[in-house]
T-cell receptor, first 113, second 113 residues
Framework: KNEVEQSPQNLTAQEGEFITINCSYSVGISALHWLQQHPGGGIVSLFMLSSGKKKHGRLIATINIQEKHSSLHITASHPRDSAVYIC???????????????FGKGTHLIIQP | DAGITQSPRHKVTETGTPVTLRCHQTENHRYMYWYRQDPGHGLRLIHYSYGVKDTDKGEVSDGYSVSRSKTEDFLLTLESATSSQTSVYFCAIKSSGSYNEQFFGPGTRLTVL
């Protein structure tokens, strides 16, 4: 079973700062997911990546398969980026995600104006 | 939003009563999942389904049962609700293929008194 560790658990930053959230996992995977959840809100998929880097607007996700590590970066952070960011990987290596996801506990990000 | 709805969205019930939560999807996705989200634990997999009448247990399946008699509906039943089952429950779907993303429903907030 895959284990997922995220850091930091909580992060408060000023508007405009560059943000990095880290995720490590224990077992080789087919793809890693980054999710976003606003307070009281639903869960939105930001990225799914299996290698290299993906970019969507001010969000960048990278993954190093050999080191079993992924990072989520936010450039020019804004108060609307305040949310919980969650890393997730397949429950088992063989399942490929069909048998569900295992999640990190999330990073609670607050961007102050 | 991948056409996922959950009902009810909020429910308060008493210990010992049966409760059924419904997840409905409109896009014929093969895989469906039930997760619960709790402070300090994050999201955890309860049960999942890989087709009509095909289901399997997740990490925290004790006290829960599921049924999938139609592609579009995945039901989660608490046979005799306990206070430890107070949580927010999320349904998710995944298309066929190992690398596809999971999309989440809006969640059901369940309180067991």
């Amino acid at each position: 079973k895959n284990e997922v560790e995220q850091s930091p658990q909580n992060l408060t930053a000023q508007e405009g700062e560059f943000i990095t959230i880290n995720c490590s996992y224990s077992v080789g995977i087919s793809a890693l997911h980054w999710l976003q959840q606003h307070p009281g809100g639903g869960i939105v998929s930001l990225f799914m990546l299996s290698s290299g880097k993906k970019k969507h607007g001010r969000l960048i996700a990278t993954i190093n398969i050999q080191e079993k590590h992924s990072s989520l970066h936010i450039t020019a952070s804004h108060p609307r980026d305040s949310a919980v960011y969650i890393c997730a990987v397949p429950v088992s290596q063989s399942g490929g995600g069909a048998d569900g996801l295992t999640f990190g506990k999330g990073t609670h990000l607050i961007i102050q104006p | 939003d991948a056409g996922i709805t959950q009902s009810p969205r909020h429910k308060v019930t008493e210990t010992g009563t049966p409760v059924t939560l419904r997840c409905h999807q409109t896009e014929n996705h093969r895989y469906m999942y039930w997760y619960r989200q709790d402070p300090g634990h994050g999201l955890r997999l309860i049960h999942y389904s890989y087709g009509v009448k095909d289901t399997d247990k997740g990490e925290v399946s004790d006290g829960y049962s599921v049924s999938r008699s139609k592609t579009e509906d995945f039901l989660l039943t608490l046979e005799s609700a306990t206070s430890s089952q107070t949580s927010v429950y999320f349904c998710a779907i995944k298309s066929s293929g190992s690398y596809n993303e999971q999309f989440f429903g809006p969640g059901t907030r369940l309180t067991v008194l």
